[in-house]
């Protein structure tokens, strides 16, 4: 496929420093910005998620930041097809577009498309949604595992809604689903350059840490309280909010949540890793790499420079 059209993909670890990435590259080309991050998407949720600041998303043109509420259904298939038609139109004006975000399924929904699984009837999510509350979620870890040991190997086991996914396509289907992965896509009008972050592991962890103490200090626990009624929801059964619920009830103490939020969110960041280093197509940088070097390799992939 013949294209002068680039997206232009920064991933990596939560706290590496892709937003502040994606902000020079965007001034660089003159062009704007995709969020890829589930959580950025919605407006409740500005501390936790560590969405650009005000500040930040003034230095470029942003898209698919706080642009839902919790309270919205809205999932991985409908920001494909959102992102899709928002890159088209991005494309008549800009030869380079950049996306920037850490959840791994939605950059490859842009990137590459989803895979295609069969409707299956809704009440099996929700019986696996009664199980999840009633009997947690090593019992349903344990059923897919006899139902699709490829999966139950792959996916983010950690991950609820990810389990729950993978369940109802086997109960609905009767077939693994991993049996549906990674069948021939619609090719994208355009070429994608992914640009990935990476530090050693203590650098990683200990931003992470900062980044947390950061939260805490700028209002995290108010933003939490503000959203108590609607903990319910998928949305904000999340890593920096699902712990201060557990301390607004009185289950933890302020401090050992706090340390949840750390500890979780280092397990996000090693997930984050095992899923994109899977992916031989990332150009790897260390954090600390000059924005010129960056520039200089993407330059070195295309027949036209940038």
């Not at 009664?130 to 870890?141: A, D, F, I, K, N």
């Not at 792959?154 to 109960?171: F, G, Q």
Request: net charge positive; glycine share 4%.
């Amino acid at each position: 496929m013949k294209t002068n059209k680039y997206l232009i993909s920064i991933v990596g670890p939560t706290a590496i420093g892709k937003t502040a990435l994606s902000i020079k590259l965007a001034q660089h080309f003159d062009t704007e910005i995709l969020s890829a991050d589930s959580r950025q998407f919605f407006k409740e949720m500005q501390i936790g998620t560590a969405a650009p600041t005000p500040q930040e998303l003034a230095q470029a043109k942003h898209h698919f930041i706080h642009h839902k509420s919790v309270t919205d259904t809205y999932n991985v298939g409908a920001f494909e097809t959102d992102a899709i038609q928002r890159l088209t139109t991005l494309f008549n004006t800009h030869n380079t577009v950049i996306m920037v975000g850490g959840s791994g399924l939605y950059v490859d929904a842009v990137t590459k498309g989803l895979d295609d699984f069969p409707e299956v009837d809704a009440n099996i999510r929700l019986d696996l949604n009664t199980r999840l509350q009633h009997e947690g979620l090593e019992s349903l870890q344990k059923q897919l595992q006899v139902l699709d040991s490829v999966s139950y190997q792959n996916i983010a086991i950690d991950n609820p809604h990810r389990v729950i996914r993978a369940l109802e396509i086997c109960i609905g289907t009767g077939k693994p689903y991993a049996s549906f992965l990674n069948k021939k896509k619609d090719l994208r009008p355009f070429k994608t350059l992914s640009v990935g972050l990476i530090a050693d592991r203590n650098i990683i962890y200990e931003r992470i840490n900062q980044r947390v103490d950061i939260m805490v200090e700028t209002g995290l626990l108010d933003e939490v309280k503000q959203l108590a009624d609607k903990k319910h929801l998928n949305a904000l059964n999340t890593v920096g909010y699902k712990e201060l619920f557990n301390y607004l009830d009185g289950t933890w103490s302020l401090d050992f949540a706090v340390s949840e939020i750390k500890k979780n969110s280092r397990r996000f960041a090693k997930r984050q890793l095992t899923w994109f280093k899977k992916d031989p197509n990332i150009m790897w940088f260390d954090y600390l790499t000059p924005l010129e070097t960056i520039v200089q390799t993407l330059n070195s992939k295309v027949t036209k420079p940038l």
